[in-house]
Each structure stands twice: as C-alpha cells, then as structure tokens.
C-alpha cells in the first residue's frame, strides 16, 4: 500500500521561503516519477512541479524560477523548495506519481501566504 506523508508548510509572508517534503513508502520510490500538486479553495488540484526518476524536472508556468522540486532516492524522499511565494500560491500542496495514484493522496501540507 503506498503511503505518501508530506511535511512543512504554514504561514509565511509574501516574498518568504518554506521547504516541503514528501516521505514515500510501499512502492519502489526510485523508478517513479513524482510531482507536488496543490488545490486552492474553490479550485481543482493542479500539478505544479514534477521530477523524472532520472532527475529532470518540469515546472507549471506560475511557479517556474521560484519552485525547486528535488529528489533523494536513498530516502524516499522529495521535496519541493518555495521561494518568493506569492499569496495566490496558497493552497494544501499534496505530492504524488505522475500521473497520480488515486488512491493514495496524503493530508497535504498547508501553505497560506499573506499579503
């Protein structure tokens, strides 16, 4: 059964900082590839950042030169590093497989960015 547990989050001023990391289990982590997703209030969940087994990453438009997503395949592990966050950036931001497991979205991490 795969687990997904994400961790970081909470409040942060605009133009801040946060980390958020993702520990992985019940699969074979290295040879997935993963993404962070995000819903706001009101809006569908969207993928945000992605990283092939390899280490290639993929970023949407409104997060590309300020979201770094990174890889430790030793740990099960990945991470997404959030930099000059915006307000529009506050959403629950869950990490999955891309394309995702249905079945196996964790309690995401809140992220609110104030103004």
């Known amino acids: 059964q795969v687990q997904l547990v994400e961790s970081g989050g909470g409040l942060v001023q605009a133009g801040g900082s946060q980390l958020l990391s993702c520990a992985a289990s019940?699969?074979?982590?290295?040879?997935?590839?993963m993404g962070w997703y995000r819903q706001a209030p009101g809006k569908q969940r969207e993928l945000v950042a992605g990283?092939?087994?390899?280490?290639?990453?993929n970023y949407a438009a409104s997060v590309k030169g300020r979201f770094t997503i990174s890889r430790d395949n030793a740990q099960n592990t990945v991470f997404l590093q959030m930099n000059n966050l915006k307000p529009e950036d506050t959403a629950v931001y869950y990490c999955?497989?891309?394309?995702?497991?249905?079945?196996?979205w964790g309690q995401g991490a809140q992220v609110f960015v104030s103004s």
């Open positions: 019940g699969m074979i982590f290295s040879i997935n590839r």
């Open positions: 999955n497989t891309v394309p995702p497991k249905e079945r196996s």
């Open positions: 990283i092939t087994s390899g280490g290639t990453t």
